[in-house]
């Protein structure tokens, strides 16, 4: 069963998008659940976790940590998880995943498409 991502689209520099993930319970409970994007010609890398308690960690972009600007959170009873990104970049624009970490390597979804152009 794959994790199903949602939210994205085209947005303005400077602009919102909150992001949803709906995971299923066994790759849920328990476990440390994470953000990951993938920029065109990049890698997939890890933007931010949350532990079941809600303890969060972001990862650094050339500007800086992301937090301030990205925010992760999730619904322990309903299985979601959640990414608001405020202050949207250029350098954002991304297919962004949701997944445990570390990832179950067989549950990785389709992603959602983040665009953020003027």
């Known amino acids: 069963v794959q994790l199903q991502a949602s939210g994205g689209g085209l947005v303005q520099p400077g602009g919102s998008l909150t992001l949803s993930c709906a995971a299923p319970?066994?790759?849920?409970?328990?476990?440390?659940m994470g953000w990951f994007r993938q920029a065109p010609g990049k890698q997939r890398v890890i933007v931010a976790r949350i532990t079941t308690g809600g303890i969060t960690w972001y990862e650094y972009s050339r500007e800086g940590s992301l937090e301030g600007r990205f925010t992760i959170s999730r619904d322990n009873t309903n299985n979601m998880l959640y990414l608001r990104m405020d202050s949207l970049k250029l350098e954002d624009t991304a297919v962004y995943y949701c997944?445990?970490?570390?990832?179950?390597?067989?549950?990785w979804g389709q992603g959602t498409l983040v665009t953020v152009s003027s």
């Open positions: 319970s066994n790759i849920f409970r328990g476990n440390i």
């Open positions: 997944n445990s970490v570390p990832a179950d390597l067989n549950s």
